[in-house]
């Protein structure tokens, strides 16, 4: 086994897509304003209001930082700001491709708990490595939908 990654990428988003990054932190903004309304001047709970944002940006947390990801011969390696996440191919049973990256699934068909229990990657800006990264998983995992 080596100990080199077959594949080495990296993903961030916000950087790579100014236009709907943006649009994002208009949201962000709107809503926090929004949120402050009902919460600290409709129910004067401030906590609430916290809460919420944290909730918010929290769950957006992987689209504003950089992402570096390395396939292995037998796993997956991703790199977030704080953490590494490892996940085996044994582990997913297809896998699927939008425009912006790619799902592993850990069923046999794609289903709504992808979200939750699989694996997303993220292509880079150029998408330099979508061709070698199917066919490694099309060998890895082997269906593809």
């Known amino acids: 086994m080596s ?14 897509r100014p236009l709907a ?10 809503l926090s304003i929004l949120l402050w309304q ?7 709970s401030p906590p609430f209001f916290y809460l919420g944002m944290l909730l918010m940006i929290v769950n957006l947390f992987p689209y504003f930082i950089l992402t570096q990801y390395m396939m292995f011969e037998d796993r997956i390696e991703i790199y977030y700001l704080f953490f590494k996440v490892t ?4 582990d997913f049973g ?3 491709q939008d425009k912006h990256g790619v799902m592993l699934s850990t069923f046999k068909m794609p289903r709504r708990l992808d979200t939750f229990r699989g694996q997303s990657l993220r292509f880079s800006k150029t998408k330099e490595e979508k061709t070698k990264l199917v066919e490694i998983l099309k060998d890895k995992i ?4």
């Open 21 to 30: 990054s943006l649009f994002l932190m208009c949201f962000i903004f709107l």
């Open 94 to 96: 297809c896998f699927y």
């Open 3 to 16: 100990p080199d990654p077959i594949l080495k990428w990296k993903s961030f988003p916000f950087a790579d």
């Open 38 to 44: 009902i919460a600290v001047v409709n129910w004067s």
């Open 142 to 145: 082997g269906k593809k939908y």
């Open 87 to 90: 996940r085996y191919y044994s």
